[in-house]
């Protein structure tokens, strides 16, 4: 479990350790080359070999294209891409190494269709789907299998920045919570997904039980792609 935020990761660690599950938090900034190295290296470590590294960090970026805060731009993109492949390059020796295993990753929606409001964001996301596209074909013959994730609305705090857009503030009258139910509502199922939803896709796709999935970009979206 990896977070700049160390009490996020070590709860989460309790949570897997309370249910009979081994884990580790590693707490750091993954816009540091070094630590998003050090955490194929802590887990291979840890473990003794390396079966999967789902790359979940991410973050919305710059709303506005007029205006564009390249800081934000920056920001998202080390995020969203750059980490990302750091990481990938990590684990392909340690993956290699056991014979093949699994790289997941988490685009969006926003990687399979245009988002309004977030142009930075679709930038970045339609890339991680092409990432998966190629080195799916790319390391196919290695048994390394290479997917996505694309959540629709999730709840989670991040959700709670794409409702307010398009100029990331309230509309009168309205709170976060009531812009997520909204959201939630446009969506064919009627709601967000719930993280543990998006969780249980990315738990089949690093999964023996998807020997012969790679390339996929998996919407979870309550029909919201259709
Ligand atoms: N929430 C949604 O509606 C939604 C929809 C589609 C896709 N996604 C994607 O799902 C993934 C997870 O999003 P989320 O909604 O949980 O986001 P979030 O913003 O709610 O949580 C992000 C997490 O990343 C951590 N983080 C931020 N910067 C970091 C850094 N530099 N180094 C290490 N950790 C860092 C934060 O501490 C936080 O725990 C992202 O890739 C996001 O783009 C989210």
Known sequence: MVDLNPAAAEAVVAEITQAGGKAIALAGDLRDDGFARGIVRE????FGALDFVWNHVGHPGPAAIEGLDWKDFELAMDL???????????????????????LLYTASTSGLTGSQFSPVYNIAKFGIVGLVHGLSKRYARENIRVNAVC?????????RVFVARPDSQLPPGETPESLVQKRGGQVPMGRPARPEEVANAALFLISDEASYVTGVALPVDGGATA
């Open 151 to 159: 959540p629709g609305p999730v709840d989670t705090p991040m959700l």
């Open 80 to 102: 969203n891409v750059r980490t990302v492949l750091v990481t990938t390059e990590a684990a392909l020796p340690e993956l290699r190494a056991r014979g093949g295993g699994a």
């Open 43 to 46: 887990t291979t470590r840890a």
